[in-house]
């Protein structure tokens, strides 16, 4: 009777023993998710099956039709596990993996809004996200579109430039004595009847991704920088005249100007972003860019075909070396974004003789998002969520420089009124 006692007690420990160091030893596995509809037919529940409790999720919306969901445990394992079929509502969904993590971006129809929120299964280890039908408005007021969750880690230190004012720098003393970096003027490429670079089997145009992109990247430097003034050339569908564009930007006393274009190639598998400032195209491929942007002029009542001669460029150079040396800064800096921040492929930061930059009294950029012949790149140029992200590297750029010019302007003046 005792030894049965004994053996019973033996049993008993030994089972508890497994289940507690199942529990905290066991790595957590995403075995599987399914989505399965409300029976209210109000919206939408996704459940992530679990092995073990994970460390903590979150949850974001930065664009409306995006939900971002992150499960943070690096130990997580998800090898092997099972798709879930979509609802019609759905897209599509991303799955992806880092080092804190594992997550996916759940991607909606056209007119499909939705309201999300993650809490822990009451009775097992899984994690439900509630996907709530709601309407474009209240979305809108509850999109945070600066909380991306990026997917691939970036190192800081692989910054492709070293950017230090130092007090007595060209490009810096001439940036002061125009009194700071305070006013942005954003030139959203064409419009009106000049489209700009066309997608036509998408029905996609580039003159309504500079203008989308255009009007983000302002709201984002009215929300995060309100003592930036931001200016625009065209808030609307309308021709402007690249140098009217130019007029206004002068009249505003720009600090620093960035136009928006969309690119277009031959060849539809060419993809990425392309920065631009004002000089001599050194390749080919620059020189056809500029030649397709300039062509705007032949547009214009009275314009002829019309390019800036090498001489001219040179001059260009020579005078406008501060501006220039600003321009190509704000530009890597904008590039490093591209590249590490919005998981663009960035095809670089390269010079040419856009009409649309030239005898601007500030500096200057000439953005190229992407390829609008290549379809995937044209539907993200096109879809709310590529633009946010494009408008946030941008928005980002723009930050950076600025708290960097404030940093150094502070350093000088702590030096003068030491000595
Ligand atoms: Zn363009």
Redesign the pocket.
């Known amino acids: 009777m005792e030894r049965i006692y004994i053996l019973a007690i033996l049993l008993f420990s030994c089972i508890l023993a497994c289940f507690v160091s199942s529990d905290i030893y066991a790595q957590p596995n995403l075995d599987r998710i399914s989505i399965s509809e409300r029976s209210d037919g109000k919206g939408f529940v996704i459940r992530n099956h679990l092995t073990a409790t994970p460390d903590s999720f979150k949850i974001t919306q930065p664009a409306a039709d995006l939900i971002q969901f992150i499960i943070y445990s690096s130990e997580l394992t998800s090898d092997n596990f099972i798709e879930p079929s979509l609802p019609s509502s759905i897209r599509n969904i991303e799955y992806h993996k880092n080092d804190t993590g594992f997550g996916y971006d759940i991607f909606f129809d056209e007119n499909e809004y939705f309201r999300a929120s993650a809490y822990h299964d009451r009775n097992a280890l899984d994690i439900l996200i509630g996907l709530e039908r709601s309407t474009k408005e209240v979305v809108d007021r509850n999109i945070d579109s600066s909380d991306f969750i990026y997917w691939y880690d970036y190192n800081q230190d692989s910054l492709a430039y070293d950017f230090r004012f130092s007090s007595d720098d060209d490009a810096f003393i001439q940036m002061r004595n125009n009194n700071g970096f305070n006013v942005i003027v954003l030139d959203p490429?064409?419009g009106g009847h000049d489209p700009?670079?066309i997608n036509r089997s998408l029905g996609i145009r580039?003159k309504d991704i500079?203008l989308a992109v255009a009007l983000k990247v302002g709201e984002y430097i009215n929300q995060y920088m309100p003592d930036v003034e931001v200016v625009y050339t065209r808030k609307d569908d309308r021709f402007v005249e690249l140098a009217r564009r130019g007029k206004i930007a002068s009249e505003a006393n720009g600090d620093l100007f960035i136009s928006i274009?969309?690119n277009s190639a031959r060849n539809t598998q060419a993809h990425g972003a392309e920065i631009y400032f004002l000089g001599l195209a050194r390749t080919a491929a620059a020189l056809e860019v500029m030649k397709r942007?300039n062509s705007v002029i032949d547009l214009e009542n009275g314009g002829g075909p019309m390019q800036l001669s090498e001489e001219e460029l040179l001059i260009y150079e020579l005078a406008n070396a501060g501006n220039l040396a600003i321009s190509e800064r704000i530009a890597m800096m904008m590039e490093d974004q591209f590249r590490n921040r919005a998981q663009r492929r960035s095809r670089g930061v390269k010079q040419a003789g856009f009409m649309v930059l030239w005898n601007l009294p500030m500096p200057a950029l000439l953005v190229e998002l992407g390829f609008i012949t290549n379809p995937n790149e044209a539907r993200y140029m096109a879809s709310e969520y590529g633009q946010t992200i494009l408008a946030s590297a941008i928005f980002r750029a723009i930050r950076d420089f600025k708290q960097e010019y404030d940093r150094s302007l502070r350093q000088t003046s702590n030096r003068v009124s030491n000595d």
């Open positions: 490429g064409h700009g670079a580039e500079a274009h969309a942007e």
